[in-house]
């Protein structure tokens, strides 16, 4: 019989590999355009972030950040061919500070620093995505940022060790994404042609 955070981390995984179904399907067909920056940097924080976790203890709430590396490595490549190509100097910089924070993570062994730096990387990473998600929120599905954030939740739910090291970076993801939702929502209000009387 399995244990409850077990069953979590199940539930965690299956929710992050559904989220990717349509997200995947948007990009084949072409109307979502992933930014290959963000995307990069996401698979990279979230491949220093497992391995953080699971030294540290987080057990089957780890899972989910793993897999979600796998997956985002794969909208990564995905979005060489198929996502957003129009780069700016804001791109640069945000991607500059990404690696910026992986290189400091380098330098330090300490776990706890290790997933703050990543942290505010992955922050910084996620500002691509945002601003395109603003001039053009039609070219993101909606419903990979909603269960991503629903994932991290339960995710934090299945840690077996509860710290700052194995918390705080779904806790992250979670406000992010539905940061990213909200803004979504509102822009694609604004956009909306108004319906005349």
Known sequence: ?????????????????????????????????????????????????????????????????????????????????KGDKEVTIFDWICFSGAVLGIILWRATNDPLVA??????????????????AYIRPKEETMSLFVLSAAKYVVSLLALSTFSATTALFPAVLVASNLALVLLLIVRRRQLAPSRGV
Do not use: C, E, N
């Not at 997933?115 to 395109?132: C, E, G, H, N, Q």
């Open 115 to 132: 997933v703050i730096i990543v942290v505010i990387a992955d922050t910084i990473a996620f500002m691509p995505t945002f601003r395109k």
């Open 1 to 81: 019989m399995y244990d409850y955070k077990t069953i979590l981390g199940i539930v965690a995984v299956a929710i992050g590999l559904i989220s990717y179904v349509p997200y995947y399907r948007d990009i084949l067909r072409g109307s979502t355009k992933p930014h290959p920056f963000s995307w990069f940097s996401f698979a990279l924080m979230m491949g220093i972030t497992f391995f953080a976790q699971v030294f540290t203890g987080a057990g089957a709430g780890a899972w989910v950040t793993g897999i979600s590396a796998v997956a985002v490595l794969g909208i990564a490549l995905l979005s060489l061919s």
